[in-house]
């Protein structure tokens, strides 16, 4: 039997996930990388996608993360993230909709800031709804 990977994914709500996986793929800020047990220790910021668990040959999971950090150390993985959301909980209708208000706060907007954060949502809602693809 191949070695596993322990596995924590938290967000400052709850512990999302503690388990052992083969492989667990990261969307890390300069891109996604996989995981597997004896991985050289790392640690890398994430950027905001989707963190895939992988366990018996099949992706067994998938959790959405808008942000955080990742450790890979010898021991496993450990994942802090700023908000997770099982992409099974996502739902599609929803999204749509906040895709849609912060298309209008972008075109409503009266200053840079404003601007910035409704870009900002923009891209984090067009992520989102990539992963309920």
Same mark, same amino acid.
């Given at each position: 039997?191949? /070695?596993?990977?322990? $596995? #924590? $994914? *938290? &967000? !400052? #709500?709850? $512990? $999302? *996930? &503690?388990?052992?996986? /083969?492989? *667990? *793929?990261? !969307?890390?800020s300069e891109g996604d990388f996989g995981v597997l047990a004896g991985h050289a220790p790392v640690i890398s910021s994430v950027r905001p996608g989707v963190i895939e668990v992988h366990d018996e040959g099949k992706e067994t999971e998938r959790i959405f993360i808008t942000g955080g950090f990742a450790e890979v150390m010898a021991q496993g993985l450990t994942v802090l993230a700023e908000e997770a959301i099982p992409v099974a909980e996502m739902d599609r209708g929803d999204l749509e909709q906040r895709l849609k208000d912060a298309e209008e706060d972008l075109e409503d907007a009266e200053t840079d800031e404003a601007a910035h954060k409704a870009q900002a949502k923009i891209a984090l809602v067009s992520e989102m709804l990539k992963a309920v693809n």
């Amino acid at each position: 039997m191949a /070695d596993k990977l322990a $596995l #924590e $994914l *938290v &967000s !400052p #709500e709850r $512990l $999302l *996930v &503690s388990a052992e996986a /083969d492989m *667990v *793929v990261v !969307p890390g800020s300069e891109g996604d990388f996989g995981v597997l047990a004896g991985h050289a220790p790392v640690i890398s910021s994430v950027r905001p996608g989707v963190i895939e668990v992988h366990d018996e040959g099949k992706e067994t999971e998938r959790i959405f993360i808008t942000g955080g950090f990742a450790e890979v150390m010898a021991q496993g993985l450990t994942v802090l993230a700023e908000e997770a959301i099982p992409v099974a909980e996502m739902d599609r209708g929803d999204l749509e909709q906040r895709l849609k208000d912060a298309e209008e706060d972008l075109e409503d907007a009266e200053t840079d800031e404003a601007a910035h954060k409704a870009q900002a949502k923009i891209a984090l809602v067009s992520e989102m709804l990539k992963a309920v693809n």
